[in-house]
């Protein structure tokens, strides 16, 4: 049987809600400002026990300066990406937090003053909108692969950094395998040992480029697919044998942008009357590509993918239409709202003869960062972690109060809260050593308690959310908000 969910309470839960009329903040806008403050590892302030066989680091990515040179960014993604690393050792804890130093922010730096662009900025002036100045924050996830750890964009290229010191190396673009682009969403397939990316190459004509990360710390172009309009996609997903795209209708006015008018969020539309196509790429034979347009739909991130006779079975958070970030007025930290698309968990069937996709609703609450077993990923699988939106200012401003583990044929499992004023972000999941089934671990999300204006990493017993956290490890700064990251269960010095 179900889960009734349980609010669990916490010193911050009640208190500032609901908020008082002059109160200047929401929940989770208020930590959409400069991070607290900059540091190496250091010792944090531990509520409950951490479990002593949970050891490796968590890195995080997101948004860490929200401003140039007193000139606040238009759209808070913009900010420039700052790591945050959690060291898990033995039941004790080290976190460290630094912002990336990309070419574009060392240079605005040194000039004293804007010179770059980003998605929702456009870059100051008219010429160097036209010379498309635009600056790779290195603000979305990290990717750790072949001994290297990167920060990752996806306007732009990787930019490697050191997982000891979260010093910046540089940018790379793997000695010419990648063209300008890297997404920020790469996907491994256990089973084949290695991690699959693409890129979107704008230009006369677009192409999704595809990329292949081997075990052998080698990365080839699998493919280049020309694609029928400039869209922005975030994500895709793989299985064992296939890796999908759904391309969805929201274009970027190429025509406009070039003459250097707005930003490039200023210059995106969506264009239902293209629907959405459908690209499948055979992993094996990787020209021989599927595609075909179905209805219209949008999508941010994918949970997972698996193959079940003949058809390609694709978990992930649809939207009926574009869904834009929230937009938050950076200078106030207010939330000025969003354009009212909401995402619901859908479980969708690919049929690759008869080409068609068709979708079914699994759960009837707002949620996005699906995510699932590691060891799960590209095969069949029933259980997703989620962040929901339950209350109705949770809902409104699209921050994620609550983590839900959702069956996807049973419904929801269990869900934790831990009130009003703390938001999670994306659950990342860590099997317990020396259990029976991979399946058994802990889940660890970044919080934000705006109460407290502090950030926590919090542990949860995965297949007990409900039961609140293990532990609590406390910054004694607050973080903004971060967008994904990634355990990794032993790092190396560079050499
Ligand atoms: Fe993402």
């Known amino acids: 049987m179900d889960k009734m969910p349980q609010l669990k309470t916490s010193r911050s839960t009640v208190s500032g809600y609901p908020p008082a009329a002059n109160e200047q903040y929401v929940t989770w806008a208020r930590g959409v400002r400069d991070i607290g403050r900059e540091h190496s590892f250091e010792p944090l302030e531990v509520e409950g026990q951490v479990p002593d066989d949970l050891n490796g680091v968590l890195y995080l990515n997101g948004p860490g300066l929200f401003s140039h040179f007193g000139s606040p960014y238009k759209y808070w993604p913009d900010g420039d990406g700052a790591i945050t690393a959690i060291r898990l050792n033995a039941g004790k804890t080290w976190g460290a937090c630094r912002v990336l130093e ?3 922010l060392v240079e605005e730096r040194k000039n004293q003053q804007p010179l770059y662009g980003s998605v929702g900025t456009a870059p ?6 036209l010379r498309r100045k635009y600056k790779n924050p290195a603000n979305i996830n990290v ?7 990167f920060a990752l964009y996806e306007s732009g290229l990787p930019t490697e950094f050191d997982p000891l010191t979260l010093e910046t190396i540089g940018e790379t673009n793997f000695g010419g395998v990648v063209d300008s682009r890297f997404a920020a969403h790469p996907h491994h397939v256990p089973r084949r040992g290695t991690t699959y990316n693409f890129g979107i190459e704008y230009g006369r004509k677009t192409r999704l480029c595809v990329y292949e990360m081997r075990p052998n710390a080698t990365i080839h172009r699998m493919v280049e697919i020309p694609l029928d309009w400039p869209p922005i996609m975030h994500d895709f997903i793989a299985t064992d044998n296939h890796l999908i795209f759904f391309i969805p209708p929201l274009k970027v006015q190429t025509a406009t942008l070039l003459m250097g008018v707005g930003s490039v969020m200023d210059n995106i539309k969506w264009k239902e009357q293209l629907g959405t196509e459908v690209i499948v790429v055979p992993i094996d034979d990787p020209k021989r590509v599927t595609r075909f347009r179905t209805d219209p739909f949008f999508q941010w991130h994918f949970a997972n ?15 009926a239409r574009f ?12 939330w000025k709202g969003d354009n009212g698309s909401r995402g619901y968990f859908h479980r969708s ?5 008869n080409k068609t996709l068709t979708h079914e609703q699994r759960w009837d609450q707002k949620c996005e960062l699906p995510v699932v077993f590691p060891h799960k990923e590209g095969q069949e699988n029933d259980t997703v972690f989620l962040g929901g939106f339950s209350g109705e200012r949770a809902r409104k401003e699209g921050a994620v109060d609550q983590l839900v583990r959702l069956n996807i044929d049973r419904g929801v499992q269990d869900i934790v809260s831990l009130g009003v004023n703390t938001t999670f972000t994306e659950p990342h999941f860590v099997s317990r050593k020396g259990a029976r089934s991979a399946d058994e671990g802990y889940l660890l999300s970044l919080t934000y308690d705006s109460d407290r204006d502090r950030s926590s990493l919090v542990i949860l017993d995965a297949e007990d959310l409900s039961a609140g956290p293990l532990a609590r490890c406390w910054f004694d700064h607050h973080i903004p908000p971060v967008f994904h990251g990634q355990w990794i269960e032993s790092v190396r010095p560079i050499k």
Do not use: C, P
């Open 323 to 334: 869904n834009m970030v929230g937009r938050i007025n950076v200078k106030k930290s207010k």
């Open 143 to 149: 990717l750790h692969w072949a001994g290297r750890t």
């Open 349 to 353: 069937v690919i049929n690759l003869r």
């Open 305 to 319: 993918a698996y193959e079940r006779q003949g058809e390609i079975v694709v978990d992930f958070v649809r939207y």
């Open 124 to 129: 100051a002036s008219w010429l160097d909108r």
């Open 102 to 104: 990309s070419q574009g």
